[in-house]
């Protein structure tokens, strides 16, 4: 009688690790898509910060430029 208590003790252990470990192994899936779904994400992020870079350096280019063809009318305009 005892055994067979000690017998239902230790299955009741091993079950309970059992489920423990499918637990875990469901826990590392779940860690892992989400870590594969936020390094998309930054590498989404990072390339629109490259693109909005690019695009705020142009309009500076392009602000730049108005600002020299504004001053050469004035220059030319009061010059004569």
Do not use: W
């Not at 898509?33 to 142009?58: F, G, H, P, V, W």
């Not at 309009?59 to 009061?78: M, N, S, V, Y």
């Amino acid at each position: 009688m005892r055994l067979r208590k000690e017998k239902e003790t230790n299955l009741e252990a091993i079950n309970r690790i059992y489920m423990d470990s499918k637990r875990a192994e469901a826990r590392v899936v779940e860690c892992t898509d989400q870590i594969r779904s936020l390094s998309i994400d930054r590498t989404n992020i990072a390339m629109d910060i490259a693109s909005a870079r690019a695009q705020q350096e142009k309009l500076e280019t392009e602000i730049k430029q108005h600002g020299e063809d504004t001053e050469g009318a004035r220059e030319r305009l009061f010059s004569g």
